[in-house]
C-alpha cells in the first residue's frame, strides 16, 4: 500500500527573519519588510548576532555544567548576640553560659553578700569606692526649682553657658549630672552662681560619694527682677544696692544696666525671702540740696516667681499638691428612702 505524501505547506516568514534562499525558476530572493514600517522604506537587515532560521542552537558539553550543590551535612548557620555566637542546633543553658563565659566582653563576678538581722547586706571595699568616684569627681548635680525643663534645652542651654561641660545626664525625679572637664572648671560654675535658666533658678552642688538625691525645702531664691522709672542719678553700684535691698539682697545687674544702654527699667537679680511679702513697688526719697526731699515710687517686676505652700512655705509645688495639707475626707453617700406618696381617697 503506497502512502502519498502530505502537500507541502509554506511557512510564512516571521517578523525580522533574514531573507530566504532563492527559489527554483531564478526568482530572486525577497528580503523581509517590518509591516510597522512605511513600505517605502528601505529592507531591513539583520545584525550578524542573530540566529539565523535554518541554524540549530547546540548546547554546551555536559563538562561545562556544573554540578548540582550537594546537601550540607555540617551543622546549621550560627547567629551572634553581641560577640557571643549561639548555635541555632543546640540551645542548651550550659552553651549559651559556656560562650557567655568564653567570650572577650568584662563578665561580672558573683560577691556572697551577708544576713544581718534577716536583711541582705553588701560592703563594697573603699577601693572599689574609690575607682567608681574617679568618673564622678568632677560632676556638678543640680534640680531646679518650680516645674522640670526639658532635657533637651538645659543640655543646650548649660553647653553654651558653660563651654567646659563635657556630658550631661538626667534622672526621671528631675536631677540633673552635669559633668565637666576638670573639677576646677566644676567648681568655678558653682562658686559663680547663682544661675538661672530663663529665670528659674538651679540649685548646684558637688557631687560627693554617698550622695542621695533628695531636693531640700528652700525659703531663699534667686530671682531676676526689673525697677522701672528708676531716676538716673541711682544707676550706681551703690544706687541699685539701695534700691535692690528694699526688695532682697541684691547680688549682681545685667550686663546692659551696668552700661547704662537701656534706661526704660535695671535689671538686678536679687536673692528673695518667699517667707516675706513681695513689693510691687518701692518708694525711694530723693534729698534734695535745699535739705529737702522728693518722693519717687519705682514698679517692680518679677520675672520668674516659685509656687510656694502655705503650710511649710516651700517651693515646687501648689497649695493643693502640698503634702503638708490634710486632705479633706471624701463626701460620703448616703442613701435616704423617700416615703411614699400618700393618695387622698375620694369619698
Sequence with gaps: ????????????????APPTAPAQGGMSPTAVVDPLESP??????????????????????????????????????????????????NHSFDKIA????????????????????????????????????????????????GKKPYFHHVRDF??????????VTATSNGFFFFQFSTTAAMEEVIEGGPWLFHGQPIILQKWEPGMVLRKLQHTQVPVWIKMRHLPV?????????????????????????????????????????????????????????????????????YEWLPLKRNACMSLGHSTKECPMMKPKPPPVSVYVQKPAPQTRKHR
Excluded at 1 to 16: N, Q, S
Excluded at 122 to 137: D, H, K
Design 1 to 16: 500500500m503506497e502512502v502519498e505524501p502530505l502537500p507541502a505547506t509554506r511557512v510564512p516568514p516571521l517578523i525580522g
Design 40 to 89: 517605502m522604506q528601505t529592507p531591513m537587515t539583520l545584525p550578524p548576532a542573530i540566529m539565523k532560521t535554518d541554524e540549530r542552537a547546540t548546547a554546551p558539553p555536559l563538562a561545562a555544567i556544573p554540578p548540582a550543590p550537594e546537601h550540607p551535612t555540617g551543622p546549621p548557620p550560627s547567629i551572634f548576640i553581641g560577640n557571643i555566637p549561639l548555635n541555632t542546633s
Design 98 to 145: 559556656a560562650d557567655f563565659h568564653n567570650s572577650t566582653r568584662k563578665t561580672l563576678s558573683y560577691v556572697p553578700p551577708t544576713v544581718q538581722n534577716g536583711e541582705i547586706v553588701v560592703r563594697p571595699s573603699l577601693e572599689m569606692i574609690r575607682n567608681g568616684s574617679r568618673r564622678w569627681s568632677s560632676t556638678a548635680v543640680g534640680y531646679f526649682l
Design 158 to 167: 548649660t553647653r553654651s553657658v558653660w563651654p567646659m561641660v563635657r556630658d
Design 233 to 301: 542719678e541711682l544707676w550706681t553700684t551703690e544706687g541699685l544696692s539701695i534700691v535692690a535691698s528694699g526688695i532682697g539682697k541684691p547680688l549682681y545687674p545685667d550686663s546692659i544696666t551696668r552700661a547704662c544702654t537701656r534706661l526704660d527699667f535695671a535689671r538686678v537679680c536679687v536673692m528673695l525671702d518667699i517667707t516675706s511679702k513681695l513689693p510691687k513697688h518701692v518708694v525711694i526719697m530723693v534729698p534734695k540740696e535745699d535739705g529737702g526731699e522728693s518722693a519717687c515710687k519705682v514698679d517692680v517686676e
